[in-house]
């Protein structure tokens, strides 16, 4: 089993950035496929990232492509997403999540270990 936390979210204005970081503990991390996803008020969780094991292989989704970026330090046993020229509709949790093995996917359902979530709000 892995545990994960995640930190650095808040609010923020329109067109400015924040790292989003996600502590992993419990397992050797770098067996694992990580990501992150969202989930804003009323509407499903959705997919925003995500890295293989080894940090070579990244996804995006299409709303935030050339905005965020995924990176792993498995030495220190962390993922981060950061995120610039950030928009009011990016306002949600955020949430940090694992897989078992080298391969990452963007279904939310094929993650089993997930943490509590870290708020951003992006005002106008």
């Known amino acids: 089993q892995v545990q994960l936390v995640e930190s650095g979210g808040g609010l923020v204005q329109a067109g400015g950035s924040l790292r989003l970081s996600c502590a992993a503990s419990?397992?050797?991390?770098?067996?694992?496929?990580m990501g992150w996803f969202r989930q804003a008020p009323g509407k499903e969780r959705e997919f925003v990232a995500v890295m293989d094991w080894s940090g070579r292989s990244t996804s995006y989704a299409d709303s935030v492509k050339g905005r965020f970026t995924i990176s792993r330090d498995n030495p220190r046993n962390t993922v981060y997403l950061k995120m610039n020229s950030l928009k009011p509709e990016d306002t949600a949790v955020y949430y940090c999540?694992?897989?078992?093995?080298?391969?990452?996917?963007?279904?939310?359902?094929?993650?089993?270990?997930w943490g509590h979530g870290t708020q951003v709000t992006v005002s106008s």
């Open positions: 999540a694992a897989r078992s093995g080298p391969s990452y996917s963007d279904d939310g359902n094929r993650y089993p270990y």
């Open positions: 419990g397992r050797t991390f770098s067996n694992y496929a």
